[in-house]
């Protein structure tokens, strides 16, 4: 009998100051297909810092404005200073300051906003930025 090839889980980690923004996210990811998701949460970048450095995070979303932080501009580049490179993804209820223009700056992959957010939306993001990088026509014979 040949065992069911089963996918791997998605380790996520919400760092966001409102818990609500959990229970929000738990649910849009439910509808996502393609990636069977763990959604860890966390209120803090204290905590962010701590849970990625532990290690076996795949994809960070992290909301605008943190207490006491001002935003992401301060944030995410905390999360990169200890070593973390996996995707980390803005979510913000509001897209609209300049500074979101120069999000690549800090450390940020994408950024989306928080009403933008459904099962879709999560697929194409998880498709994007989980995929391995090389084409399956590479050949160490071109490198």
């Known amino acids: ?10 380790r996520i980690l919400l760092i966001d100051d409102d818990p609500a923004e959990y229970t929000l996210l738990k649910r849009k990811l439910a509808r996502a297909e393609g990636a069977e998701i763990q959604l860890d949460y966390v209120a803090g970048i204290a905590e962010a810092v701590d849970c990625v450095k532990a290690g076996g995070v795949d994809m960070v979303f ?6 006491p932080n001002n ?20 979510i913000s ?8 223009e120069r999000f690549q700056e800090f450390g940020v992959d994408f950024r989306i906003g928080k ?6 939306a999560i ?15 590479c050949a160490e014979d071109f490198l």
């Not at 992290?62 to 207490?67: G, M, P, S, T």
């Open 1 to 10: 009998m040949i065992p069911e090839k089963t996918s791997p889980k998605l």
């Open 62 to 67: 992290l909301d605008n404005r943190l207490i």
């Open 71 to 90: 935003d992401f501009r301060e944030t995410a580049p905390q999360l990169r200073g200890v070593g973390y490179v996996g995707p980390i993804g803005i």
């Open 93 to 100: 209820s509001d897209l609209s300051g300049s500074y979101f």
């Open 115 to 120: 009403d933008e957010i459904d099962g879709t």
């Open 123 to 137: 697929s194409f993001i998880i498709a994007e930025y989980t995929r391995d990088q090389l084409s399956e026509n």
